[in-house]
């Protein structure tokens, strides 16, 4: 599986950014995907993850109530909606896979990342 993602920027704090990862390959049947964050200097953390056809849905205590993971498998689509943003959020964001979990916590296949950056 092949993950690129998109949709990453600069926002002010409280603002929405929409990112979005489009998976190719042999197949997207089976997959769970998910989305890690790396803050400068920190470790990389899961911030959301949704099982194949959505039946288990993950978000870090950090982030619920304000992201929302959703995926579009006729699309091989899957997409973060991040609303309040806070300065905090800041992070390259990427796009994660793995078909042997409903959780992505140890994803086998990684996309490249995308800027989010958060002004105060």
Do not use: H
């Amino acid at each position: 599986v092949q993950l690129q993602a998109s949709g990453g920027g600069l926002v002010q704090a409280g603002g929405s950014l929409r990112l979005s990862c489009a998976a190719s390959g042999p197949t997207f049947s089976g997959y769970a995907m998910g989305w890690f964050r790396q803050a400068p200097g920190k470790e990389r953390e899961l911030v959301a993850s949704i099982s194949w056809r959505g039946g288990t849905i993950y978000y870090a205590d950090a982030v619920k109530g304000r992201f929302t993971i959703s995926r579009d498998d006729a699309l091989n689509m899957v997409y973060l909606r991040m609303n309040s943003l806070k300065p905090e959020d800041t992070a390259v964001y990427y796009c994660v896979a793995d078909r042997a979990a409903a959780v992505v916590d140890r994803p086998g296949y990684w996309g490249q990342g995308t800027l989010v950056t958060v002004s105060s």
